[in-house]
C-alpha cells in the first residue's frame, strides 16, 4: 500500500479521473467522482437508484493536507413527475415518471471535508483504489470525461 502522505501534487494527479465507489461496472455505474485537472468535479449518484431527485453535483476540488476538500456550487435535481413502480434495470422500487431536469446554483458553496486514507492497487479488480471518508472508490477511467 502507498500511504497519502502529504504530497498534494501526487495526490491531485493520482485523484485525475473516474472514481466509483465499486471495483466493476454493472449495467450502470454506482457513486462516481470525476476528478478534473482544473480543480473541477462532478458528483453523479448510483444510476441503478432510479427514484433519486439528486442526479448530480459540480464544483471545485482541491487537496488540504490528508482532506480532500470539495466544493458543491451547483446541483442537477428532478422536479416534478411521481414516483411508480420501477421498471428496467432500477435496483430500486420505483422511478420517477415526468420529472425535469433543473440545474440550480447554489446561493453559497457547500463545503464538504473527506479524509484521503490510503492509496493503493487493487490486484484482483485491477484499479488503483483510494479511501474517502473509510470508503473504497476504484478508479475506472483516467479521462473524467469518459463517463458513459
Known sequence: ML???GDKESVKVSLIGIWQDAPVIGSGWSNVYRFYDSGKFIFNPNQMECDKR???RTGMWRIDGNS???EIRTRTVLKGGKRVEAT???GS???IEGGREFVEKLKKPKIIKMKIGNLYFDREF???VI????KRYWKHRDDPDDYR
Not at 479511501?131 to 473509510?134: D, I, P, S, T, V
Open 93 to 95: 422500487d420505483g422511478e
Open 88 to 90: 428496467g434495470s432500477c
Open 54 to 56: 439528486e442526479l448530480e
Open 3 to 5: 500511504p497519502v502522505n
Open 68 to 70: 480532500l476538500i470539495l
Open 131 to 134: 479511501m474517502l471518508n473509510g
Open 126 to 128: 485491477k484499479h488503483s
